[in-house]
């Protein structure tokens, strides 16, 4: 099955999704492409920040997500003593909250609807296997089902989140990176939720963290994720459902689930922080969210970032038009990198946090 536009993007997350809906209400031909079928669930806390928040009230769809998910005004940070602090969140300008939990399940859909909706193609079942350089840009090679499929783009864009293979692949990354490790469960029926989100450091490995990200009144997402300690050392190798357990049974935890039920599966994925030196390009091709390593690790956080790629639009415009040559990228993404200064800058507070956390 052959196919062509101007943009193919790699990845139906917030990240590939976001990328796809600027490109196409900017009027670039683009063709979405996901493994998945959707809605598809992705493991994740669900908690989405108030930079989050502010790129899905652009893209018009908070009242959407406010009614699918719960609305958050406050943090309380526990330490690993027990010790706890809270404080209410400013609200937004206009009054609005400033932050949000929704499940990925429906958050994912919501926002490659919107994509769709702005004029972006989605094709689902399609695994991308290979991108390679061509004279008028790139061809994006995978499979349907059992059918080849063969996409000529001016350039594409890989957003396949923590899943390395491609970029291994495509010779962007030489091996996969240390991730941290996470793992997490829906639980209903727990009584004493509010409208702040928990940010726990008590009954986790450190460096770590443990959250309770509450999605309605009684339901929240809970879990904990881990920087797995390095294969040299003599540390005991710690999995992410024994550290999911641990921290869900912690004194003060299990007081707050005690009387709700889990629901679902306790489930795992790695998470990509390694951003301070992960690419953010390769031949004809920009990377956005996760897949350029952009999640913060204190906090776990990486929809916002992946979110953020309107940086990824500016790029596209940079190359589209005037050579419309995939070599460009390589040096017009360097300035136009996913996430960029803001990126950066609360990168600099994470890298020495996590320094500081590690020892
Ligand atoms: C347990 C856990 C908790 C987390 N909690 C939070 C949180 O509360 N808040 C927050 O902001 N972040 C959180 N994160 C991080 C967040 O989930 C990711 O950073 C975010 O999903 C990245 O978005 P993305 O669009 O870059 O990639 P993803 O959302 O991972 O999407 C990638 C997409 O690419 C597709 N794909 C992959 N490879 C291919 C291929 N070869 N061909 C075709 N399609 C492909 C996948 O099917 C997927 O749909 C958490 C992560 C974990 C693991």
């Known amino acids: 099955m ?24 900017r009027g670039l031909g683009v063709l979405l492409l996901d493994r998945a079928e959707f809605p598809r669930d992705k493991t994740c ?5 108030p930079r989050a928040v502010g790129v899905l009230e652009d893209m018009g769809l908070l009242s959407d997500l406010s009614r699918a998910g719960r609305e958050i005004h406050g943090v309380e940070i526990r330490a690993p003593d027990g010790f706890a602090i809270g404080t209410a969140l400013p609200r937004r300008p206009g009054g609005g909250a400033p932050m949000l939990v929704v499940p990925r399940l429906v958050l994912d859909d919501i926002v490659r609807e919107r994509a769709v909706r702005a004029g972006a193609r989605f094709q689902s079942g399609v695994l991308v296997t290979g991108i390679e350089r061509a004279r008028s840009g790139v061809v994006v090679r995978g499979h349907k089902g059992g059918c080849a499929l063969e996409i000529r783009a001016r350039m594409a864009v890989v957003a396949t989140g923590a899943a390395v293979p491609l970029l291994v692949r495509l010779g962007v990354l030489r091996r996969t990176p240390r991730m941290m490790l996470a793992a997490r469960a829906y639980f209903e029926g727990i009584r004493d939720l509010s409208d702040r989100i928990q940010i726990r450091f008590d009954h986790v490995p450190l460096p770590g963290y443990g ?4 999605f309605s009144s009684a339901g929240a997402n809970i ?12 540390r005991p190798r710690l999995n992410p459902k024994a550290v999911f357990d641990r921290f869900v049974g912690g004194r003060t ?27 953010a390009s390769g031949e004809g091709v920009l990377l956005v969210g996760e897949a350029a390593g952009l999640v913060n690790p204190l906090t776990g956080e990486g929809i916002d970032y992946a979110l953020r790629s309107r940086q990824t639009m500016r790029a596209a415009r940079c190359c589209l038009p005037a050579t419309a040559a995939a070599g460009s990228i390589r040096s017009t993404s360097v300035c136009c990198a996913p996430g960029s200064s803001d990126f950066l800058r609360s990168a600099g507070v994470c890298g020495t946090r996590r320094l500081t956390l590690s020892c």
Do not use: E, N, Q
Request: hydrophobic share 40%; aromatic share 10%; proline share 11%.
């Open 2 to 25: 052959r196919d062509a536009c101007d943009v193919a993007v790699v990845g139906a997350g917030p990240g590939g999704s976001a990328a796809a809906h600027y490109l196409a209400t």
């Open 45 to 49: 806390g669900d908690g989405l920040t």
């Open 253 to 279: 935890l299990r007081g707050l689930v005690d009387g709700g039920r889990r629901i679902g599966p306790i489930k795992g994925y790695p998470l990509r922080v390694d951003f301070p030196g992960a690419p």
């Open 211 to 214: 959250w309770v990200f509450p």
């Open 223 to 234: 879990g904990a994720g881990f920087f797995p300690p390095a294969r040299s050392t003599t």
